[in-house]
Nanobody, 123 residues
Framework: QVQLVESGGGLVQAGGSLRLSCAAS????????MGWFRQAPGKEREGVSS???????TYYSDSVKGRFTTSTDNENTMYLEMNSLKPEDTAVYFC?????????????????WGRGTQVTVSS
């Protein structure tokens, strides 16, 4: 199985940028569909993006499309480049590894998860 550790979160002003990383160990990410989720206070976890680690095809939620970019190093790290950040992007961001779900994101019940990294966007 794979172990996942997120990093790169922090406090940024609206309009700024952050780059999150998800480092995998135990197994190469190429075995999995990889993705990012986030959970804001008082809200349910939601899918942000996912990536096919073989062909690089990506999928994004409407709320981040055009602002966020997901990529990998084709071995053990996934990234989330976040630009034009908004206060509503404030959340704990989690990376996940698993299979492709019907939603276009990683299928949650059977996924492997990191512990998350906090992103706070001030207005």
């Amino acid at each position: 199985q794979v172990q996942l550790v997120e990093s790169g979160g922090g406090l940024v002003q609206a309009g700024g940028s952050l780059r999150l990383s998800c480092a995998a160990s135990g197994r190469t990410i190429n075995y999995y569909r990889m993705g990012w989720f986030r959970q804001a206070p008082g809200k349910e976890r939601e899918g942000v993006s996912s990536i096919n680690t073989i062909d690089g095809n990506t999928y994004y939620s409407d709320s981040v499309k055009g602002r966020f970019t997901t990529s990998t190093d084709n071995e053990n790290t996934m990234y989330l480049e976040m630009n034009s950040l908004k206060p509503e992007d404030t959340a704990v961001y989690f990376c996940a590894a698993g299979a492709l779900g019907n939603s276009g994101f990683v299928r949650e019940p059977s996924a492997y998860w990191g512990r998350g990294t906090q992103v706070t966007v001030s207005s």
